[in-house]
């Protein structure tokens, strides 16, 4: 595809179910990016990937939260037991892993739990 | 580590005036990228501009041109002729090599970003 692709758009789930978010890169880009977006703020680092590997996972706020990718490219971000806290904006970005190459996000995925 | 501050959290500025958001980062480096995102409503965060630590030259993209100085740390975006279009959440963010290990994410650090409004 021409771009970062997310799915599903929105998510709606109550609390105590699981999630999963779908990342899909833009082909050829071998780092890939999960970032959350509460309401109105900022951007809070989740996790990140390079090829099929997470070298920082510094960013996922508790052992509910558990990413993979595989092939290189396909992302997916597992969250157990949702919270209410949990719901947010969460946003994946993909780019070369070059110091000169911006991040291209997808439209993001917003999930609430209710 | 690097930080990343943008200390307006909200600007307004009249349709076709020139509205410029301020960023200031602290980082130990002497080469890296800046780069000013936009996040309108859709929620995509689009790329407005980037800028290499090493040139001095400002960079521009047609009404979108920053102030880059390098010794005050200070990389602010002018955005001329302001549109309706421009109206969105802007996030200025700094990048460093990658696997830099004084920078968490990759060495990617974002600002919290500025709204900015644009009155008609």
């Known amino acids: 595809g021409a771009g970062v692709s997310q799915s599903p758009s929105n998510k709606v789930t109550e609390k105590g179910k699981d999630v999963e978010l779908r990342c899909d890169p833009i082909s050829g880009h071998t780092a890939l990016y999960w970032y959350r977006q509460s309401l109105g703020q900022g951007l809070e680092f989740l996790i990140y990937f390079q090829g099929n590997s997470a070298p920082d ?23 157990q037991r949702t919270q209410q806290e949990d719901s947010a904006v969460y946003l994946c970005a993909s780019s070369f892993r070059t110091r000169d190459s911006p991040l291209h996000f997808g439209n993001g995925t917003r999930l609430t739990v209710t | 580590a690097q930080t990343v501050t943008q200390s307006q959290p909200e600007m307004s500025v009249q349709e076709a005036e020139t509205v410029t958001l301020s960023c200031t980062y ?39 041109s920053v102030n880059f100085q390098k010794a005050a740390k200070s990389f602010s975006l002018k955005i001329s002729d302001s549109q309706l279009g421009d109206a969105a959440m802007y996030f200025c963010a700094y990048r460093s090599r990658p696997g830099y290990s004084g920078g968490g994410a990759d060495g990617l650090t974002f600002g919290k970003g500025t709204h900015l409004i644009i009155q008609p």
């Open chain 1, 57 to 79: 996972k510094s960013g996922l706020p508790s052992d509910r939260f558990s990413a993979e990718r595989t092939g290189g490219s396909v992302s997916t971000l597992t969250i």
């Open chain 2, 26 to 64: 602290d980082t130990s480096e002497s080469d890296y990228y800046l780069f000013w995102y936009k996040q309108p409503p859709s929620r995509q965060m689009i790329l407005v501009i980037r800028q290499e630590a090493y040139k001095q030259q400002n960079a521009t993209e047609n009404r979108f």
